[in-house]
């Protein structure tokens, strides 16, 4: 047998054309229905068996168990799914990979379907020149699947068929027939070139091609298929290194699931592998332990079996394999920086417009709770275990010591970096990504919120030094003045840190508004308070007008804490409901 350099060119091109078309259809779907099904994915709920079932759909729809494990990294990274959502995802597309094995043994070795490709990719050519942009992905997804069955079956066509040439066999035999150690030897082959073709269903095509014309038998086959599971995990844990702990924890998760199964299935391999050719002959009507164009069946079935056997032994589990990842990768602590860093907005969760949202909204929740909570707080002579306690504000404020805090230094070195990062982050989102209106508002709010925050440290600095000014003075009607300026605002910040869990919109809104009136009732000169104490001479000129322009920056402060706590936390909790809502209207479908 002759099998020169272009010939391992031509296979090594037909496994690309393969790649190539799986990638074109997985693309044209994700632009078709991507959206919607990474709603689903990041509305998947607690419930493990749910999280599964939508694992295996969107993995059997978008033919690539990397993608949704990829997906799956990415909102862990950005906290769209807890720990336990994300392993019971990865279980289910482990299952949904298998679809990929079905199709090729079905499409690629019982039909022959590379007749009607062509004319497909004249459809698929005709659909993508549509105005209408849903028509031009189905006609891009038809493409792919088209290129795909061009690419089998030149990769059939490229492997010389080993029957034909006795020598070759007898070469191959040394290493398919040493028992046990040829199955470890091909585990190892499976697992290598999952790695080098970063998916598992082009090793799958390869292995059933591999079998159907005689290179390898069925028992070494279902060996590699057990090594593409493992090596199937490589991808999610390389994306995984630019991610947070969250996203290194899913993709570990991913590993001890797949390596689990493996050696389970490694000690009942011979007695697996028996029942599988049992149920192939009452299928088939053959054995592929002796026809050979029985074995793609029985290599999608064995490949099925075996991934939803594990997924029923270890859901249970779930709850300790997140113990176990959680032990194996524990949380990283912040570290204090003199110039502060953004703790969500990283490369991994820019993947999807769903983790890239995300990440903005709990960047600038962070920087609300953490910053401008403390700025307040501290800048008002007020700690923030005080405020979230039972204690009356006015007893806070009596019993209160000058708290040093350096208001322009902590908006330079706290806050100004982030705010610019934000603002950077939320630009390139809109940029990369075709965002529907409710996508646009919410970063718009959560941009606005920033902006809000902003104007809050900036007016509390000249409050800040007028209050230590006064609330130090002899003269104790400016000085219940401006105490009553602290009660106001700190009124407002317990209110707001109350409203963390609030679902209720129109609850809050009609609590804000009552809140607002209240505010707004405080003014020193309609009131009548300045006149009357200058007419008593109570207090100085110079008191009345720092006490007529702190008022304002008082209510200003106010208002601007109460809507940027709405658009937060309201946003927030949206957010994640829309997520939850799309779920069933998709399950209906």
Request: proline share 2%; net charge neutral.
């Amino acid at each position: 047998m002759k099998y020169g350099i272009f010939d391992v060119l031509t296979l090594l091109g037909s496994l690309g054309l393969f790649l190539y078309g799986m990638k074109v259809m997985s693309d044209g779907l994700m632009q078709l229905a991507g959206d919607k099904m990474r709603r689903i994915l990041a509305g998947a709920t607690s419930n493990r068996f749910f999280a599964v079932f939508t694992g295996f759909i969107i993995t059997a729809l978008i033919q690539s168990s990397s993608a949704t494990t990829l997906m799956v990294v990415s909102f862990a990274n950005a906290s769209l799914l807890t720990l336990t959502e994300a392993i019971g995802v990865i279980m289910g597309a482990n299952i949904g990979t298998t679809v990929t094995a079905w199709l090729i043994s079905i499409l690629g070795f019982k039909v022959s379907m590379s007749a009607i490709a062509i004319p497909l990719v004249g459809l698929g050519f005709v659909l993508s020149l549509a105005k209408d942009k849903q028509v031009q992905y189905t006609g891009r997804f038809v493409i792919g699947f088209a290129v795909l069955l061009i690419g089998l079956q030149f990769l059939k066509d490229s492997v010389p068929d080993l029957r034909e040439s006795p020598e070759a066999l007898e070469f191959l035999a040394k290493y398919t027939s040493q028992g046990f150690v040829s199955v470890l030897l091909f585990l190892f082959i499976g697992t290598l070139l999952t790695v080098i073709l970063q998916s598992s269903s082009a090793t799958m095509a390869l292995t059933l091609v591999m079998c159907f014309e005689g290179w390898i038998p069925f028992d070494m086959a279902a060996a590699m298929v057990l090594g593409e599971n493992i090596g199937t995990t490589i991808t999610a844990n390389i994306a995984a290194l630019v991610g947070n702990y969250q996203a290194k924890r899913a993709a570990r998760a991913h590993f001890i699931f797949n390596i689990f199964g493996v050696l389970w299935m490694l000690l009942v391999f011979w007695l697996f592998l028996d029942v599988i050719d049992l149920i192939t002959q009452k299928v088939e009507g053959a054995s592929p332990l002796v026809q050979t164009a029985a074995i793609p069946v029985a290599l999608s079935l064995f490949h099925t079996s075996f991934n939803i056997i594990n997924t029923s032994l270890l859901i249970g589990l779930i709850p300790l394999i997140g113990k176990t990842v959680q032990w194996l990768v524990p949380k990283i602590h912040e570290k204090s920086t003199h110039i502060s860093e953004p703790k969500y907005l990283d490369k991994t969760s820019l993947k999807y417009p769903q983790s890239a949202i995300k990440a903005l909204l709990d960047e600038s929740l962070h920087l609300y709770e953490k910053t401008v909570y403390k700025v307040v707080t501290h800048g008002l002579n007020v700690h923030r275990e005080e405020i979230e306690s039972d204690l009356e504000i006015k007893d806070i404020i009596l019993n209160a010591k000058i708290i040093e805090i350096d208001v322009e230094r902590v908006y330079l070195n706290k806050f100004k970096n982030i705010y610019g990062r934000i603002v950077e982050y939320a630009t390139t989102t809109q940029e990369k990504f075709a965002l529907d209106e409710t996508y646009i508002n919410a970063i718009q709010n959560i941009l606005k919120a920033d902006r809000l925050m902003v104007n809050i440290i900036k007016d509390l600095k000249p409050l800040r030094d007028n209050i230590n000014t006064y609330g130090a003075s002899d003269n104790p009607h400016i000085k219940q003045q401006y105490n009553r300026l602290r009660k106001l605002i700190l009124q407002v910040v317990r209110y707001t840190n109350i409203a963390k869990g609030i679902e209720n919109l129109e609850e809050y809104m009609q609590k804000s508004t009552k809140l607002k009136e209240q505010i707004d009732k405080t003014d020193v000169l309609l009131d009548g308070t300045i006149n009357q104490l200058l007419r008593e001479k109570k207090i100085t000129n110079k008191m009345a007008t720092s006490l007529l322009n702190d008022n304002s920056l008082a209510v200003r402060i106010s208002h601007d804490l109460l809507e940027a706590a709405a658009l937060l936390y309201l946003e927030h909790e949206l957010f994640a409901k829309k997520e939850h809502e799309e779920e069933p209207q998709e399950q209906a479908a």
